[in-house]
């Protein structure tokens, strides 16, 4: 009898814990057991791997009692990346490659009948967790997945093609597969990042014609990380000035990217035209509370870990299911999402920037100059109260979107561009970090009292517009924190009483 262990990782949240595929042979009545946790599409596994060798031209071990264990048994395993680990493994243990060269290697990658090596999902989170815990261990995967990981600085990752462009290397000199069809050409390097990143792109704010108001606060929102709800009549713009604020954002640092991508190539989403672009995420009304934050079994990220370190933008705000909308409250405030199950907990993160955009009234003209409301009172507030205070209390940003007129559509110039607009952001960010660490919106209550103290005239204005419009002590230091954004926006040190006024209007779109 004998017995192979092959490194592995599986997936749990950004957690890529680390797997052994024990594999033993032994005499007994032919039979292939796979144990140790694995979800329906692992214990299939056992009619890939044995197609993919014996079409590779190696010997499987037909007569033999074959045991794969999947160490530790208490970890779910899902997906076919163990295709390759047990694969290797078999082989192993039937000394047709040797054992203790694949000492130092980790592999992940699903298998075709035909042996090729199909890409997986969750490459560069693999990637990321070894170069997070600092393990130098050389990460082999298919060829695309190992595009995705080789992004993570500082790794060693080699792509394959084929099982037999991964068997060659580990096999004896004097050993060869008897295949009657090779591989055309070499499938096995090592794969480097690309030396340049592609520009990112993003749909340029000019397109919009007037709008000033609007493109005031997305520019407040960007410079200090805010949430954002636009209120108005359909087709007043609303999706169109969201699509674009993405670029109005500071450019990701690599670390931000790697973060993003992460949760990307969990979901199996991630593309490399992509790397360095923040992310925009727009689920439909009727995305369930599992599909916006998250869940499943294992737990798979949602559509706010999706937006991580981007926007995560939500039209018709109010026809979202309840239960959805409240999910958002937590992640809002901290910026991860914990998923709980009985069996298991995973954390995701989720600092994204919240753009959401409403009718004011289900007919959706309440207050237009172009056409008049069919709502009654009653329908309005039901429709307005789907949106529940606290969740209100957390958008630093309310505005009003109005209609624009065809004369403006069709004669008005291009409006600011987008790369005019992003500089201003950059240096007002950087105005912030340089003074507290963070951008505005992450201030906490020690941090607002020192880092946006108000003098007397504007102290009383704040004092005032919350006694007036009802404010929680959430509210008023949102409009603080705001407040603190359009003084850096402006250049100035300390938040005087214009820049109380210009924040305390963003708190004032809904109307009954």
Same mark, same amino acid.
């Given at each position: 009898?004998?017995?192979?262990?092959?490194?592995?990782?599986?997936?749990?949240?950004?957690?890529?814990?680390?797997?052994?595929?024990?594999?033993?042979?032994?005499?007994? *009545?032919?039979?292939?057991?796979?144990?140790?946790?694995?979800?329906?599409?692992?214990?299939?596994?056992?009619?890939?791997?044995?197609?993919?060798?014996?079409?590779?031209?190696?010997?499987?071990?037909?007569?033999?009692?074959?045991?794969?264990?999947?160490?530790?048994?208490?970890?779910?395993?899902?997906?076919?990346?163990?295709?390759?680990?047990?694969?290797?493994?078999?082989?192993? /243990?039937?000394?047709?490659?040797?054992?203790?060269?694949?000492?130092?290697?980790?592999?992940?990658?699903? *298998?075709?009948?035909?042996?090729?090596?199909?890409?997986?999902?969750?490459?560069?989170?693999?990637?990321?967790?070894?170069?997070?815990?600092?393990?130098?261990?050389?990460?082999?995967?298919?060829?695309?997945? /190992?595009?995705?990981?080789?992004?993570?600085?500082?790794?060693?990752?080699?792509?394959?093609?084929?099982?037999?462009?991964?068997?060659?290397?580990?096999?004896?000199?004097?050993?060869?597969?008897?295949?009657?069809?090779?591989?055309?050409?070499?499938?096995?390097?090592?794969?480097?990042?690309?030396?340049?990143?592609?520009?990112?792109?993003?749909?340029?704010?000019?397109?919009?014609?007037?709008?000033?108001?609007?493109?005031?606060?997305?520019?407040?929102?960007?410079?200090?990380?805010?949430?954002?709800?636009?209120?108005?009549?359909?087709?007043?713009?609303?999706?169109?000035?969201?699509?674009?604020?993405?670029?109005?954002?500071?450019?990701?640092?690599?670390?931000?990217?790697?973060?993003?991508?992460?949760?990307?190539?969990?979901?199996?989403?991630?593309?490399?035209?992509?790397?360095?672009?923040?992310?925009?995420?727009?689920?439909?009304?009727?995305?369930?509370?599992?599909?916006?934050?998250?869940?499943?079994?294992?737990?798979?990220?949602?559509?706010?870990?999706?937006?991580?370190?981007?926007?995560?933008?939500?039209?018709?705000?109010?026809?979202?299911?309840?239960?959805?909308?409240?999910?958002?409250?937590?992640?809002?405030?901290?910026?991860?999402?914990?998923?709980?199950?009985?069996?298991?907990?995973?954390?995701?993160?989720?600092?994204?920037?919240?753009?959401?955009?409403?009718?004011?009234?289900?007919?959706?003209?309440?207050?237009?100059?172009?056409?008049?409301?069919?709502?009654?009172?009653?329908?309005?507030?039901?429709?307005?109260?789907?949106?529940?205070?606290?969740?209100?209390?957390?958008?630093?940003?309310?505005?009003?979107?109005?209609?624009?007129?065809?004369?403006?559509?069709?004669?008005?110039?291009?409006?600011?561009?987008?790369?005019?607009?992003?500089?201003?952001?950059?240096?007002?960010?950087?105005?912030?970090?340089?003074?507290?660490?963070?951008?505005?919106?992450?201030?906490?209550?020690?941090?607002?009292?020192?880092?946006?103290?108000?003098?007397?005239?504007?102290?009383?204005?704040?004092?005032?517009?919350?006694?007036? *419009?009802?404010?929680?002590?959430?509210?008023?230091?949102?409009?603080?924190?705001?407040?603190?954004?359009?003084?850096?926006?402006?250049?100035?040190?300390?938040?005087?009483?214009?820049?109380?006024?210009?924040?305390?209007?963003?708190?004032?779109?809904?109307?009954?």
């Amino acid at each position: 009898m004998s017995l192979s262990l092959v490194q592995s990782r599986a997936l749990l949240g950004l957690e890529a814990a680390s797997v052994t595929v024990e594999v033993h042979l032994a005499n007994g *009545l032919p039979s292939f057991t796979l144990v140790g946790l694995a979800e329906t599409e692992v214990k299939e596994a056992r009619e890939r791997v044995r197609s993919a060798i014996q079409n590779a031209g190696l010997e499987f071990p037909n007569n033999k009692r074959i045991t794969v264990n999947l160490a530790p048994a208490d970890l779910p395993k899902d997906s076919g990346r163990f295709d390759l680990p047990i694969a290797l493994g078999i082989l192993a /243990a039937s000394e047709q490659i040797q054992a203790a060269r694949l000492a130092g290697h980790e592999f992940a990658g699903e *298998l075709s009948l035909s042996g090729e090596l199909r890409p997986v999902r969750g490459a560069l989170a693999m990637a990321l967790a070894l170069h997070t815990r600092g393990i130098a261990t050389r990460l082999v995967l298919p060829t695309a997945s /190992a595009q995705e990981a080789a992004l993570v600085p500082g790794g060693e990752v080699y792509g394959a093609r084929h099982l037999l462009d991964v068997v060659q290397r580990f096999m004896a000199e004097d050993a060869q597969p008897q295949q009657a069809e090779p591989p055309a050409a070499d499938g096995w390097a090592r794969v480097h990042a690309a030396d340049a990143a592609p520009m990112p792109l993003y749909a340029d704010l000019a397109d919009v014609k007037g709008h000033a108001g609007a493109r005031r606060a997305l520019e407040i929102a960007a410079a200090g990380g805010h949430s954002l709800l636009m209120v108005g009549e359909p087709g007043s713009g609303k999706s169109m000035l969201a699509q674009r604020f993405a670029g109005l954002l500071p450019p990701m640092s690599v670390d931000e990217a790697l973060e993003s991508a992460a949760v990307a190539s969990l979901g199996g989403s991630f593309s490399t035209a992509r790397w360095m672009t923040r992310p925009t995420s727009a689920p439909h009304h009727t995305s369930s509370a599992v599909a916006l934050v998250g869940g499943g079994s294992p737990p798979r990220p949602g559509e706010i870990s999706q937006a991580h370190h981007g926007v995560l933008f939500l039209d018709e705000f109010p026809e979202f299911a309840r239960s959805a909308l409240e999910a958002l409250r937590e992640p809002l405030e901290t910026g991860t999402i914990t998923i709980a199950r009985a069996a298991r907990r995973a954390e995701f993160p989720a600092r994204f920037q919240l753009i959401a955009a409403m009718n004011p009234c289900p007919c959706g003209y309440l207050g237009s100059t172009l056409k008049g409301c069919r709502c009654t009172p009653d329908q309005i507030l039901r429709y307005q109260g789907k949106l529940s205070g606290p969740l209100l209390d957390r958008i630093d940003l309310h505005i009003e979107v109005p209609a624009v007129s065809a004369q403006q559509l069709l004669g008005a110039p291009d409006g600011e561009s987008t790369a005019s607009i992003r500089t201003r952001v950059i240096a007002a960010r950087e105005f912030a970090l340089q003074r507290q660490g963070s951008p505005n919106q992450a201030l906490q209550a020690g941090a607002i009292d020192k880092h946006a103290a108000l003098d007397e005239a504007a102290r009383k204005f704040m004092v005032n517009a919350a006694a007036k *419009l009802g404010w929680s002590a959430r509210s008023t230091h949102r409009a603080l924190k705001v407040a603190r954004t359009v003084a850096d926006l402006a250049g100035a040190e300390a938040v005087r009483a214009e820049h109380v006024a210009e924040a305390v209007q963003y708190r004032r779109a809904l109307r009954h």
